[in-house]
């Protein structure tokens, strides 16, 4: 599963590829890099599913702590892309809580 969404930064990998600002693209979480995997065409770019908000479009910047414990609380939490779910859960669009994200789960 994948979101569609658009660059909101140039993008350019440690390897030299490059996706520009405003491209259409399919992002999809990688669990085993815990990263969000960058598809343009033929291109692929990881960026750390923290740091995914300063480069695209619809993703959220990482939670604080208190927010996280106030979510644990409640047996709630964010995706991040900002969908509620359960906090182990992932959304429609494959994307993982922030509680898998940063190893709390």
Do not use: C, H
């Amino acid at each position: 599963m994948s979101f569609k969404t658009k660059t909101i930064k140039d993008l350019k990998s440690k390897k030299g590829t490059f996706i520009s600002k405003g491209s259409d693209i399919l992002a999809t979480y990688d669990q085993n890099k815990r990263a969000v995997m960058i598809e343009e065409s033929d291109k692929i770019i990881y960026i750390p599913a923290s740091k995914a908000y300063n480069y695209l479009n619809g993703f959220k910047k990482e939670p604080s702590i208190t927010t996280m414990e106030k979510w644990a609380n409640d047996g709630i939490a964010k995706t991040i892309i900002g969908t509620k779910i359960e906090p182990d859960g992932y959304d429609n669009k494959g994307m993982p809580s922030w509680f898998i994200v940063v190893g709390i789960i």
